[in-house]
């Protein structure tokens, strides 16, 4: 039975939200490798976004850099805008963007933290989907394609003592992958999910304990934090053809955690 048509038969254009550092940044460049043009979308750090770009250019990739927030509907718009006028049709979708807030009980959390977690680990991430969907879609009028999100551990451990918030985000992320897989694999458009465990980029000191990373390793299996570029091969394998018959799974990529 010969495969189905997949975006390998066309160049494959894929965005990466939360694209300028760490698990993003490493997903870039693993997609370049594999011949992806790459739009690059960050929210602040214009630097990091242009020293991700010219690494894809480095490695034989194309790279475009869009400033967006994933949480407000016009600026995912501007967003999927430019990448399609500078690349052609979308293929693909990397949701990484995402947000914790420091690190606390949740008693001491701030409403204004919980609620910039949800928008932009939820509903950013659902209205990223929404439009790559759009896209993508053959009832949309699209030749099909993939989405990955990014999850977390922390949405099946709870995180308690540190950020109940954030992996209660994560666990929306993975009921929507699997809801988004039911929903539109029939329409080529595959829908699966990472779940990193702790992993060394910069989100640790951001949430205030820089060695947060090695903390964690005492608890894995692994007995050491992942690195950015495991995740991004997990990633670049969900998105790829080996992964034809793939949608809706949650892949842990954790170490044993």
Request: charged residues 20%.
């Amino acid at each position: 039975m010969p495969r189905p048509v997949t975006p390998s038969t066309r160049q494959r254009v894929t965005v990466i939200t939360g694209g300028s550092r760490g698990i993003g940044a490493a997903t870039a460049l693993r997609l370049a490798r594999d011949g992806h043009r790459v739009g690059i979308c960050y929210e602040q750090d214009a630097v990091a976004a242009r020293r991700t770009a010219d690494a894809v250019r480095e490695a034989g990739a194309e790279a475009v850099t869009v400033r967006a927030d994933t949480s407000d509907e016009q600026s995912v718009d501007r967003l999927f805008d430019t990448v399609r006028d500078a690349f052609g049709p979308l293929t693909g979708l990397v949701n990484n963007a995402g947000v914790s807030g420091p690190l606390g009980r949740f008693t001491e959390t701030s409403p204004h933290v919980m609620r910039r977690v949800v928008d932009v680990n939820v509903v950013g991430t659902l209205l990223c989907a929404r439009r790559a969907l759009r896209e993508m879609s053959t009832v949309h009028g699209g030749l099909g394609g993939s989405i990955v999100n990014i999850s977390s551990a922390a949405a099946t451990l709870g995180s308690p003592g540190e950020y109940v918030h954030y992996a209660a985000s994560k666990a929306a992320v993975d009921a929507m992958t699997v809801g988004l897989a039911k929903e539109f694999t029939g329409e080529g458009v595959r829908v699966n999910c990472v779940q990193p465990g702790s992993v060394l980029t910069g989100m640790h000191a951001r949430m205030g304990d820089p060695d947060r990373a090695w903390k964690k390793a005492e608890i894995t299996p692994a007995r050491r934090p992942g690195e950015p570029e495991e995740i991004a091969d997990a990633v670049a394998w969900l998105l790829s053809d080996e992964a034809s018959y793939t949608s809706g799974a949650v892949l842990r990529v954790t170490g044993g955690l």
